[in-house]
């Protein structure tokens, strides 16, 4: 049974996958314009900070303001790092604020920021900060940038590379499909987190950034290419045996013509929900592995290593949320990925029904 019109029409599960992975894209592309401060800056005199008090009211009348204002905060407690605010003073909220200066999308530089207080000594710290006083809401928004785009292009890397074998293995001779088959059933049957650790041991402990990104974009490649491979043979094989390919080979369209022109576009829907569905693995792994300490190395912040300050029992269940706000992060983007599948897929088979 389909739609008036054969038009496609996405189930509210889809609709909500894909407007929570347009905020995550929206995060990645524009971090350094929605944190207010830069990641690696520290206030010395205000070590794991609560949330930021912010008011609406007037500080001369006392009614209502439009423009919210932050108090400063005031630590109460050195030992236990016990913090209140200080009603006597305030800064102002300001949008689009001064800020550090940043490079949007790597070329056009700038050092306007989305909110601010436009003040040194009275900060908007929405999560608050961490041990050494940085701001964890600018850090949570560049690790995030840096979790999504290592996976993901880890994750496009895997599904080529998977995709270009499972293609020749499902449509060449006996023995490249014996051959990839096997190798890929090696891979797939060795644990990926082990594999993964034992080839990171080979590495230094400390790498800049982009070397540990690329690190990770070449684990993640070894890795996730089977599954695809696997799954692209299966649907290679079947789909070859179809009448219309059978035709075309007959009327003399090369291998590789029908591949890429016949079989590739009929396939392209369970390849695409399976290189989606590994997206969040990858999320996964790169977390562990900055949890762990093998992975992004601090200054630098990675939704694994931010989270590896829940590690201290003491400031958690003081600041729960905000030391576990990484793994809001993980589980929301998860979330985002299995609404969006499941969305499509439901409504994939209630066409075809």
Not at 100 to 114: A, N, T
Not at 335 to 346: I, S
Request: with cysteine; net charge neutral.
């Amino acid at each position: 049974m389909s739609d008036n019109g054969g038009s496609t029409r996405l189930s509210i599960a889809a609709k909500a996958g894909i407007l929570l992975l347009l905020g995550f894209v929206l995060v990645a592309v524009f971090a350094d314009f929605l944190a207010p401060y830069d990641h690696t800056s520290q206030s010395r005199n205000l070590p794991n900070a609560s949330i930021s008090t912010i008011s609406f009211s007037n500080d001369d009348s006392g009614s209502f303001s439009l423009v919210p204002r932050v108090f400063e905060p005031k630590m109460t407690d050195a030992l236990l790092q016990s913090y209140t605010h200080d009603p006597s003073r305030s800064a102002k909220v300001e949008f689009f604020a001064k800020g550090y200066s940043y490079r949007l999308l790597g070329v056009i530089p700038l050092d306007r920021h989305l909110f601010g207080t436009g003040s040194d000594e009275i900060g908007l710290h929405l999560l608050g900060t961490d041990a050494l006083g940085r701001d964890r809401f600018s850090r949570l928004l560049i690790a995030i940038r840096f979790s999504l785009i290592v996976c993901t292009i880890g994750a496009a890397f895997a599904s080529i590379v998977g995709i270009a074998l499972g293609l020749v293995g499902g449509y060449a001779g006996k023995m490249a499909d014996t051959v990839i088959s096997g190798v890929a059933d090696a891979v797939i049957s060795l644990p990926s987190m082990i594999v993964i650790l034992a080839a990171r041991v080979a590495f230094p402990l400390e790498l800049p950034p982009m070397t540990a990104a690329l690190l990770l974009v070449g684990l993640f490649t070894f890795t996730g290419w089977a599954e695809m491979t696997r799954l692209t043979r299966g649907l290679v094989k079947r789909t070859r045996t179809l009448d219309y390919i059978t035709a075309a080979r007959i009327s003399g369209v090369s291998g590789s013509r029908i591949l890429v022109r016949h079989i590739l576009p009929n396939i392209a829907r369970p390849l695409l929900t399976q290189a989606t569905l590994i997206l969040p693995a990858f999320l996964l792994v790169e977390a562990t592995l900055s949890f762990l300490g093998v992975g992004l190395q601090e200054p630098e912040p990675s939704l694994g290593n931010m989270l590896a300050a829940a590690n201290d029992l003491t400031q958690l269940r003081e600041h729960a949320f905000v030391l576990l706000s990484p793994a809001i992060v993980i589980a929301l983007f998860v979330l985002a990925v299995r609404l969006t599948n499941t969305g499509f897929n439901t409504n994939e088979d209630r066409k075809n029904f």
